[in-house]
């Protein structure tokens, strides 16, 4: 799998614990995007950024933190004040941010679980 | 902001028989409508999309409508496969990662 990476895999969080996810991609993307997944809900945007140093906040923005100090590298922190961490999150990327004939490319995901 | 509802949450059918998978969409402004298809535990893929412009698109077994007087948009799968058995979301929206509503999926199991 070429593209967008994520790491790790698998990740167990402790109570009070902030966790860092990782993603990078080589596609030289502008637009990256991370995406929680529950069972029986569709994907729910946390945060997004069009370019290097800057990002938005996207429907579920608390709890999480985000940063884009490089162009291929866009990771996710879930703090401590996320009180129900547990759960699929998917990292993407499209060419350009914010415009139409995007396709979104994602990452293989990490199952987040809180011990 | 859209909404998109997804129907059915489950779907089994028999070995080459056809799976039809619906969603609806709520904002009358959208114009992009992709399909991801998504295996157990892997990264969702892009199998089709369908633009405003367009009322049908096909890709070899896969083939996405589009009503937009109704607003609802539907893939088709013909002659199914084993291998077609994953989890399917539609999408709606502007293109762009921040500007999509994802549906809740549906989980189609082909059976031989």
């Known amino acids: 799998d070429g593209g967008i990476t994520q790491s790790p895999k698998y990740l167990f969080r402790k109570e009070g614990q902030n966790v860092t996810l990782s993603c990078e991609q080589n596609l030289n993307h502008d637009a990256m995007y991370w995406y929680r997944q529950d069972p029986g809900q569709g994907l729910r945007l946390i945060y997004y950024s069009q370019i290097v140093n800057d990002f938005q906040k996207g429907d579920i923005a608390e709890g999480y933190s985000v940063s884009r100090e490089k162009k291929e590298s866009f990771p996710l922190t879930v703090t401590s004040a996320q009180k129900n961490p547990t759960a699929f999150y998917l990292c993407a990327s499209t060419s350009r941010g914010g415009t139409e004939d995007e396709k979104l490319f994602f990452g293989s995901g990490t199952q987040l679980s809180v011990l | 902001g859209e909404n998109v509802e997804q129907h059915p949450s489950t779907l089994s059918v028999q070995e080459g028989d056809s799976a039809v998978i619906k969603c609806t969409y709520s904002d009358s402004a959208s114009n992009y409508f992709p399909w991801y298809k998504q295996e157990l535990g892997k990264r969702p893929q892009l199998i089709i999309d369908i633009r405003s412009n367009v009322g049908e698109k096909k890709d070899q077994r896969i083939a996405v409508t589009l009503n937009k007087t109704a607003k609802h948009f539907s893939l088709h799968i013909t002659e199914t496969q084993p291998e077609d058995s994953a989890v399917y979301f539609c999408?709606?929206?502007w293109g762009g990662g921040n500007k999509l509503t994802f549906g809740t999926g549906t989980q189609l199991k082909v059976e031989l």
């Open positions: 999408a709606g929206g």
